[in-house]
C-alpha cells in the first residue's frame, strides 16, 4: 500500500493562474514531511520541511501547509521557472527511510 | 554553496558485471543515503549510513549491495551483479541530522545495464 499518494499528477497553470499540489499520507507517527523539486534529469532539490499538523512555510511563491492527513503546496501566481515536477517525501518516527510520492509534474505555460 | 556531487554521471555496463558508483557528500554532514529511481517511477529508498555502519536498509537493498565509505570523504554504492532491473538513476544523499534535518541530493548517476 501507497504510504505517500500525490495529485494530481500533471497539472498545466498559465503564468499567473495560482494553484495547490496535494500529498496525502497514510503513515502514523509522522516525524517529517518534506517538499522537493525535481528538475529533469537532476536529483531533487529540498524546499520545505514541515513537522506537525498547522504548521505552514513560505518560500518565495510557494507555500507549504501539513494537517495530519494531509499537506498541501499552494503556488502563487506561478512562472514558467516554476515548470518542475514536485516530489513529497514522508519520515515516520521509527527508522531513518523517506517514502516518496510519484510527484507532481507542474507545466507553467507563458 | 556546499553541493553533494556523484560520479560517474552516466555509467554503462553489462549485466552480470560489477558497478561502484561515487558520491562526495557535503562535508559537514553526517548522515549518508542511496536511492534510486527508475524512470518514471517514484525515488526508492535503498539505505542509509551512519558513524560507519548501516543504520537502515530497504528491502531493495538485498545482498547484491553494498556501500563503504573509504575514507573521510567518499561514500560509495557497490553493486555486485548488476541485473537488468538495476537500470535506474541512483542519487546519493547526505543530511547534517538525523531525519529533522533536510536531505541534500547529488545530481545522479544514470546506471544502464545492458
Known amino acids: 500500500e501507497d504510504q505517500v499518494t500525490q495529485s494530481p499528477e500533471a497539472l498545466r497553470l498559465q503564468e499567473g493562474e495560482s494553484s495547490s499540489l496535494n500529498c496525502s499520507y497514510t503513515?502514523?507517527?509522522?516525524?517529517?514531511l518534506f517538499w522537493y523539486r525535481q528538475d529533469p534529469g537532476k536529483g531533487p532539490e529540498f524546499l520545505f520541511t514541515?513537522?506537525?499538523a498547522g504548521e505552514e512555510k513560505e518560500k518565495e511563491r510557494l507555500k507549504a501547509t501539513l494537517t495530519k492527513k494531509e499537506s498541501f503546496l499552494h503556488i502563487t501566481a506561478p512562472k514558467p521557472e516554476d515548470s518542475a515536477t514536485y516530489l513529497c517525501a514522508v519520515r515516520m518516527d521509527t527508522g531513518n527511510q523517506f517514502y516518496f510520492g510519484t510527484g507532481t509534474s507542474l507545466t507553467v505555460i507563458p | 554553496e556546499p553541493e553533494v556531487t556523484q560520479t560517474p554521471s552516466h555509467q554503462v555496463t553489462q549485466m552480470g558485471q560489477e558497478v561502484i558508483l561515487r558520491c562526495v557528500p557535503i562535508?559537514?554532514?553526517?548522515?549518508f543515503y542511496w536511492y534510486r529511481q527508475i524512470l518514471g517511477q517514484k525515488v526508492e529508498f535503498l539505505v542509509s549510513f551512519y558513524n560507519n555502519e548501516i543504520s537502515e536498509k530497504s528491502e531493495i537493498f538485498d545482498d547484491q549491495f553494498s556501500v563503504e565509505r573509504p575514507d573521510g570523504s567518499n561514500f560509495t554504492l557497490k553493486i555486485r551483479s548488476t541485473k537488468l532491473e538495476d537500470s535506474a538513476m541512483y542519487f546519493c544523499?547526505?543530511?547534517?541530522?538525523?531525519?529533522?534535518?533536510?536531505?541534500?541530493f547529488g545530481p545522479g548517476t544514470r546506471l544502464t545495464v545492458t
Open positions: 514541515l513537522y506537525s
Open positions: 503513515v502514523s507517527g509522522l516525524r517529517g
Open positions: 544523499a547526505s543530511s547534517r541530522d538525523r531525519g529533522l534535518g533536510e536531505q541534500y
Open positions: 562535508s559537514n554532514h553526517l548522515y
